[in-house]
């Protein structure tokens, strides 16, 4: 049997119901302390089409000034915290740092006479400005360097992978000594070329120019590959010094090396060296070889 069962209406009253919650109120009709609800402003849009942040079109607009109120100048004079900023930009972006490396080191088992060769620099400075020495050499045993030289070159980054660098080059060894004024360019090229070009002009009026290039190629993560060229050239011959115009000399070579640690790399190698035009002709005439094939062995280390 079907039953209709009437519901009986609420009661008047003069309150009027609550309003439905809306989405600018959340909080509307579940106020549970009788608190009043704060509506959640909204974000004023920052051009006429609503974008803002990085969906606005990049501008030219200055960048904000630095800020210059500290709350420490409240407390402190302007002298502490005048030092105090100054440790600041010197411990965060105005360090300085020194480097000492030998890339080569080595032992040269050559026909003939063996002998010893080396190539080293050493800097200290800023991320910007560094004062920098640079020395290279070779000899045979029991006899003087046959040819070295030192440089003092002041060097300031052009950018962030490139130096330029002027100072002196002093040489030593057989042959008259040698003073020089020297300008160049030295940085990592695309590919990871360690590359130094320089040009030298000495108290004598004579010009000399030399290019150096190398490259680690890494076999593992401790053994590694390092092709090297180094080309001299000359503006004129140089009789007294074995050095002919153009072209005077020419050496590559390879090593490879296991880095015991990043600092310390033992390496064996070998090295071809060929001396052009009136330079081979000198050294012809001292008894020389024009050219050299040498088996190489020694530590790279820096610290």
């Keep these: ?5 009437a519901v009986p209406a609420p009661p008047a009253s003069s309150a009027a119901p609550p309003p439905p919650p809306t989405e600018t109120d959340p909080h509307a009709g ?3 302390h009788g608190m009043k609800a704060m509506p959640i402003p909204e974000a004023a849009p920052n051009d006429k089409e609503g974008r803002i942040g990085t969906d606005l079109e990049p501008g030219n607009a200055p960048p904000p000034p630095v800020a ?7 407390y402190f004079g302007p002298a502490a915290m ?23 080191a080595e032992y040269q088992a050559r026909n003939g006479r063996d002998g010893y060769r080396w190539d080293a620099s050493a800097w200290f400075g800023g991320d910007i400005d560094r004062l920098a020495l640079e020395s290279e050499g070779e000899g045979n045993f ?19 992978y490139w130096n330029l660098q002027g100072g002196v080059r002093q040489d030593f060894g057989k042959g008259p000594d040698r003073t020089y004024a020297t300008i160049g360019i030295e940085g990592l090229a ?10 030298f002009v000495s108290t ?3 010009v000399l120019a030399r290019i150096k290039v190398d490259v680690d190629q890494r076999i593992t993560q401790k053994l590694i590959l390092q092709p090297r060229l180094e080309a001299n ?7 007294e010094s074995g050095i002919g115009s153009g072209l005077s000399n020419l050496e590559l070579g390879l090593r490879l090396r296991y880095e015991l640690r990043k600092e310390f790399a033992p390496y064996v190698g070998v090295s071809w060296e060929r001396k052009f035009g009136d330079t081979a002709h000198y050294a012809r005439a001292a008894g020389e070889n024009a050219s050299s094939t040498s088996y190489v062995a020694g530590i790279r280390f820096w610290f």
């Design 233 to 239: 050239i000359a503006a004129q011959d140089v009789p």
């Design 190 to 199: 695309p590919y990871w070329f360690e590359v130094e070009t320089a040009a």
């Design 142 to 160: 029991g006899e003087a360097s046959h040819h070295g030289e030192l440089q003092a070159l002041w060097s300031h980054a052009v950018d962030p």
């Design 1 to 5: 049997m079907h039953h209709d069962h």
């Design 30 to 32: 579940h106020d549970m």
């Design 204 to 206: 004598k009026g004579d």
């Design 82 to 104: 005048a030092e105090a900023q100054s440790a600041l930009l010197g411990e965060h972006g105005g360090m300085k740092f020194h480097k000492v490396l030998f890339n080569i």
């Design 68 to 74: 210059g109120d500290r709350a420490a100048d409240t």
